[in-house]
């Protein structure tokens, strides 16, 4: 059974930053796209950040571009979205997510398989 968990969510006041983690068992990240999906109360989900595989091409939400950042860690085998300048309206519930394939955009696919979230509060 694939299984992903996130980690590094919290509380931060608004321009702050947090880093969030999405680790894995059972299956080596690196050999799938991973992206980073949120969600907000009354909301629906929609899609931050993804990172392709094989060429490791991140693609970044227009609300997010210039703030945050996708990135691999192989060694640890996790992939890190670091949030910086953060702002209320980027409260949510993050989900990371993967999807095999190749040959397409991240934000593309329909992705297979996913974490169980971590809560992101901006707020003063």
């Known amino acids: 059974q694939v299984q992903l968990v996130e980690s590094g969510g919290g509380l931060v006041q608004p321009g702050g930053s947090l880093r969030l983690s999405c680790a894995a068992s059972?299956?080596?990240?690196?050999?799938?796209?991973i992206g980073w999906f949120r969600q907000a109360p009354g909301k629906e989900r929609e899609g931050v950040s993804c990172?392709?595989?094989?060429?490791?091409?991140?693609s970044y939400a227009d609300s997010v571009q210039g703030r945050f950042t996708i990135s691999r860690d192989s060694a640890k085998n996790t992939v890190h979205l670091q949030m910086d300048s953060l702002k209320p309206e980027d409260t949510a519930v993050y989900y990371c997510?993967?999807?095999w394939g190749s040959g397409y955009e991240c934000f593309e696919y329909e992705y297979d398989y996913w974490g169980q979230g971590t809560q992101v509060t901006v707020s003063s």
């Open positions: 990172i392709s595989r094989p060429d490791g091409r991140p």
């Open positions: 997510a993967a999807v």
């Open positions: 059972r299956f080596i990240l690196d050999n799938y796209n």
